[in-house]
């Protein structure tokens, strides 16, 4: 399985747009890449799934780079309900032992 | 929606008690989990299962049994708890067509003293 690399945290404003970043230096073509968020006292949620190039759901945006070792969630309009900690997560489509880092953890400011 | 129900959701215990953790789903997947997550660890796979009867050892085993009985129904044991288990768990499914899309329950709070 890929390694991901997240920032620990970020930062934003209400209202603003929010990209999270995460490297998969290592992705195999097999693999995917998986985005959850979590916040307190839940389980975690998925958001948006994707291969490669660029995905787009009622709820956020997913651009791969081209060589697919780097992707980017994008929340577009962020709230204080979006705080949470994000999980940018490699495996294979039938790859059933997902690992979850650590994540980036988003703190939004009124 | 896709359901996935725990029980109990605050459990305290005490060094060497025996404790059975709960899960249910009503999605009608195939694969279920149970997770741990401590802080500083993020999440870390216990034990999964594919189907009735059927038990794979995940990251960090050591400590905890498993049972799934139903397609529904899969169980956490820890049958001499230990303070080092003190955690927050949590249960999840999914699907045989897309096992990257998981679907978490609300958490079980354990404290072992």
């Known amino acids: 399985l890929a390694k991901t690399t997240q920032p620990p945290s970020m930062e934003a404003y209400e209202g603003q747009e929010v990209n999270v970043s995460c490297s998969h230096t290592?992705?195999?073509?097999?693999?995917?890449i998986y985005w959850y968020r979590q916040v307190p006292h839940q389980g975690p949620q998925f958001i948006i799934q994707g291969y490669k190039d660029y995905v787009v759901n009622e709820v956020a945006s997913l651009f791969i780079s081209a060589d697919r070792k780097l992707s980017t969630l994008s929340l577009p309009w962020v709230s204080l309900r979006d705080a949470a900690v994000y999980y940018c997560i490699v495996t294979g489509y039938m790859g059933y032992k997902l690992t979850f880092g650590t994540g980036t953890s988003l703190l939004v400011d009124p | 929606e896709a359901a996935v129900t725990q029980s109990p959701r605050n459990k305290v215990t005490v060094t060497g008690g025996n404790v059975t953790l709960s899960c249910r789903q009503t999605?009608?997947?195939?694969?279920m989990y149970w997770y741990r997550q401590d802080t500083g660890h993020g999440l870390r796979l216990i034990h999964y299962?594919?189907?009735?009867?059927?038990?794979q050892i995940g990251d960090v085993p050591d400590g905890y049994k498993a049972t799934r009985t139903t397609q529904e129904d899969f169980f956490l044991l820890l049958e001499l708890a230990s303070p080092s288990q003190t955690s927050l768990y949590f249960c999840?499914?999914?699907?045989?067509?897309?096992?990257?899309?998981?679907?978490f329950g609300e958490g079980s709070k354990l404290t072992v003293l």
């Open positions: 999840a499914s999914s699907d045989t067509t897309n096992t990257g899309q998981l679907y």
């Open positions: 999605n009608s997947h195939n694969y």
């Open positions: 299962s594919y189907g009735a009867g059927n038990l």
């Open positions: 290592n992705i195999a073509t097999s693999e995917y």
